[in-house]
């Protein structure tokens, strides 16, 4: 019998007025699994994971994390439940008025209740761990470049040592070689932990680095699932056009909203 | 018929709007009674409203005090009764002047800024953060801003009262002539514990209005820079409306008879 999955998520529904954005989502995610959904902007990744964490309430379905269900669940419950999460933001979303390391402890020091100065010592440790000097955590994210404020969010994603990590287009807005440097940080990171990792990006390079699993997302549906080495050959006629990046094929680019 | 179709759309606007500020507000207040609580984040608040608000509250305290009393003794010397300028100028700034004045300059100075801030941390998905951070954001953000409004404005009224009635007494007896022992003596004659403590009493309830619409604007802020722009506007101009509408309500309370 095989284990349950870390998390679920069955006939999901998402609409914000008239646009539906996610149609009946069904995915589910095996402990220390990485999986990656991928889709054109607008598609409704984001939506897909802030409806997990409970940022956004879903209309229908279910999702359950550990086999407790999410949707409806009670602010105090989630907090705890948050506890076991970590999440990269597509910009980051460092706190602009905490210094760099503030930042990386901030989980640990107001989710966790861990004193100042051991919380500052791991933070120095996870920012090691991304390639940043210590000197680097008495800075504000202002000062840093795209680059390293990603490492930064990276490293303030691991620093609880969660058992999910969630990765809201990693990449975006970054230079290949640093996409790259990225990449490998989330593998070697993720791996260390042992962590389940849900990933949403429309870079294939990263992708296919990081993924074991990949989901294609078109129209709220996921219209393909399967493991990343299967995507080239996946005989699916829209996931074929999306990794090419063809402008001809059968998604349309929809220039009106 | 579209005409009324449009008072329809506005009306049920308005009471949308006024729901989901009164769910804001209850969630807040809720939040603001139950731990965990951030007394860092509170004090810094409290310098923020109190302190750094002293130079604008207190300019706008001594040169209302001193037009009152030129006002007052110009008006009043028409029927001969110049010597209740000093009764006037105190009874004005306690009762009307120090609070409203004081609440409209920190309405457009705190009102502003704590809507952009928070509005900012929005758009940029810091809040979103927050919350995978297992902090909720109403504790962490608006339950700190809301205590520091409802307890520094009363303060800064106080000051503002003191400096008003300072600023009558310069016009009155460098300018005026008027003896300054007697004018003291005016000042204290016919002033009442209830002239203070109703002044105070709006202070507090226009500092939580002030906190209030600042956060709620901010939290609810969409759309980027335009979005933040237009939230800042809102709180500034909700609040001032707000404080108008909240002072005839106290007074009628307190001297409604």
């Known amino acids: ?32 699994e990485s999986v990656v959904v991928i889709g054109g902007s607008g598609t409704g990744k984001s939506v897909m994971l802030k409806s997990v964490l409970g940022i956004l309430r879903p209309e229908r379905g279910s999702i359950k994390v550990d086999g407790e269900e999410v949707i409806g669940m009670r602010s105090k419950d989630r907090d705890r439940m948050m506890l076991k999460f970590g999440m990269l933001f597509q ?41 940043l000097a210590e000197s680097a955590g008495e800075l504000f994210p202002a000062e840093l470049s795209g680059g390293m404020q990603k490492r930064v969010a990276l490293a303030r994603a691991i620093a609880t040592s969660p058992e999910i990590i969630f990765f809201d287009e990693p990449t975006t807005g970054l230079d290949p070689i640093m996409a790259d440097v990225i990449n490998d940080l989330i593998v070697k990171c993720t791996k260390e932990l042992g962590a389940t990792t849900l990933s949403i990006t429309h870079d294939m390079a990263s992708a296919r680095k990081i993924a074991d699993r990949i989901a294609m997302l078109y129209k709220g549906r996921l219209i393909w699932v399967g493991n990343a080495k299967d995507i080239d050959h996946s005989g699916n006629e829209f996931v074929d056009q999306f990794i090419h990046g063809r402008a001809d094929g059968p998604i349309k680019m929809e220039l009106r909203a | 018929m579209e005409f009324l179709a449009t008072i329809g759309r506005v009306f049920l606007a308005f009471l949308s709007h006024v729901g989901r500020l009164s769910a804001f507000a209850g969630t807040a207040i809720s939040h603001l009674v139950r731990p965990p609580f951030y007394p860092r984040l509170m004090l810094r608040a409290m310098v923020e409203i109190g302190y750094y608000s002293l130079p604008v509250v207190g300019l706008t305290a001594v040169f209302t005090g001193m037009v009152l009393a030129l006002q007052s003794y110009s008006g009043f010397s028409r029927f001969a009764a110049e010597g209740a300028v000093a009764t006037v100028v105190v009874l004005s700034v306690t009762r009307e002047l120090a609070p409203v004045l004081a609440g409209l300059m920190v309405a457009g100075r705190i009102g502003a800024s704590m809507a952009a801030e928070i509005g900012t941390m929005r758009v940029t998905e810091q809040i979103d953060a927050l919350t995978t951070l297992s902090t909720n954001p109403f504790k962490y953000l608006v339950a700190p801003r809301l205590l520091a409004g409802l307890l520094m404005v009363p303060c ?34 016919y002033l009442e514990p209830l002239d203070v403590i109703s002044g105070l009493t709006k202070a507090a309830v226009f500092g939580f209005v002030i906190s209030l619409m600042g956060c709620y604007n901010g939290y609810y802020s969409r759309g980027g820079a335009q979005g933040v722009g237009a939230a800042t506007t809102n709180s500034v101009v909700s609040a001032a409306i707000m404080i108008l509408i909240f002072n005839y309500v106290i007074t009628a309370l307190y001297f409604g008879k």
């Not at chain 2, 800064?156 to 007896?173: E, H, S």
């Open chain 1, 1 to 32: 019998m095989s284990a349950p999955a870390k998390i679920v998520l069955s006939d999901v529904h998402k609409s914000f007025g008239k646009k539906v954005v996610l149609d009946g989502i069904d995915l589910s995610i095996q402990k220390g």
């Open chain 1, 91 to 131: 910009g980051s979303a460092l706190f602009d008025s905490l210094r760099v390391w503030e930042n990386v402890a901030f989980g640990l020091v107001q989710g966790r209740g861990m004193n100042r100065v051991q919380a500052k010592d791991i933070a120095i440790e996870k920012l090691a761990a991304v390639g």
């Open chain 2, 156 to 189: 800064l009224v106080l000051v503002a009262d003191i400096i008003g009635v300072f600023g009558g007494y310069i016009v009155g007896v460098y300018k005026l002539g008027f003896n300054p022992s007697s004018y003291l003596a005016r000042t204290w004659e």
